[in-house]
């Protein structure tokens, strides 16, 4: 079993930054994508952001290019999410996600493990 912990959410001005992380513990003796997903209220649950086992591989939103930064480190087991240039619209509770697999699979929804995740307010 695989667990992710998400943390760093919290309230923000537009046009600010803001920084989430998300652990993972358990069973990762196998290489696995990692990657982040969002949901707003009233709207349904969509991909912010990848990237591979390795860090060399990186996928994005359309609504976060440009102002969004996946990276990760393998040893901590730690993903992390940079957020410049927040807006309003970017309000949700952000989602860590893994998959046992290639990164690429997850712009589609390919998810084996959620977080319980955090939640990022910006203010107009």
């Known amino acids: 079993q695989v667990q992710l912990v998400e943390s760093g959410g919290g309230l923000v001005q537009a046009g600010g930054s803001l920084r989430v992380s998300c652990v993972v513990s358990?069973?990762?003796?196998?290489?696995?994508?990692m990657g982040w997903f969002r949901q707003a209220p009233g709207k349904e649950r969509e991909f912010v952001a990848a990237?591979?086992?390795?860090?060399?591989?990186?996928y994005y939103g359309d609504s976060v290019k440009g102002r969004f930064t996946i990276s990760r480190d393998s040893a901590k087991n730690t993903v992390y999410l940079q957020m410049n240039n927040l807006k309003p619209d970017d309000t949700a509770i952000y989602y860590c996600?893994?998959?046992?697999?290639?990164?690429?699979?997850?712009?589609?929804?390919?998810?084996?493990?959620w977080g319980k995740g955090t939640l990022v307010t910006v203010s107009s």
């Open positions: 996600a893994v998959h046992m697999g290639a990164a690429a699979r997850m712009t589609g929804g390919a998810i084996d493990y």
């Open positions: 358990g069973r990762t003796d196998s290489s696995y994508a």
């Open positions: 990237v591979s086992w390795s860090g060399g591989t990186r």
